[in-house]
């Protein structure tokens, strides 16, 4: 059995991913490269969609870092995935100010609707549900971000809206 050699973020990502990657790089010191890794994770999520363990260790390679640095980063921060998602990825904050103003009956909406629980997709591919905490945007309460969009003050009549016009 041969194994193949692991991919380096230069053979993942596309040459204007790369570009931007270096960009990124060269804001900080070079022994403080590391810095650059929630940028350089965000343009590789970009490109693959998801982050497997593959484009973790390439990043923290590229940066000359622990791999643990990368899996650490991508586990805490929201935003990434680790997993294939649908074409929107819906996040929902349900965290104390918007669990008050009812953010539990949009993710009961989503599972009558749509049949997807947090952390599932649609068997058609086209949304994925994400319970996440504050988005930091509590005055607005109960909100969600798709497309790395705001929408906020919402009702259950307001998301079936939102969807709608993304189907
Ligand atoms: S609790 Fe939902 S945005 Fe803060």
Known sequence: MTETAPKTLEKLLSS?????AAVWVKKYPEERKRAAIIPIMTIVQEELGYLTQESMDAVADYLSCPKIAAYEVASFYSMFRLKEAG???????????????????????????????????????????????????????????????????????????????LK
């Not at 204007?16 to 931007?20: A, D, F």
């Not at 009558?112 to 549900?129: N, Q, R, V, W, Y």
């Open 16 to 20: 204007k991913g790369l570009e931007q």
């Open 87 to 165: 074409k929107y990825v819906i996040s929902l904050c349900t965290n104390v100010s918007c669990m008050l103003a009812g953010s539990g009956d949009i993710k009961q909406w989503f599972q009558d609707e749509l049949g997807i629980a947090p952390g599932e997709t649609t068997s058609d591919g086209k949304f994925t549900l994400k319970e996440v905490e504050c988005m930091a945007a509590c005055g607005g309460a109960p909100m969600l971000e798709v497309d790395k969009q705001y929408h906020e003050n919402l009702t259950v009549d307001k998301v079936a809206h939102l969807i709608h016009e």
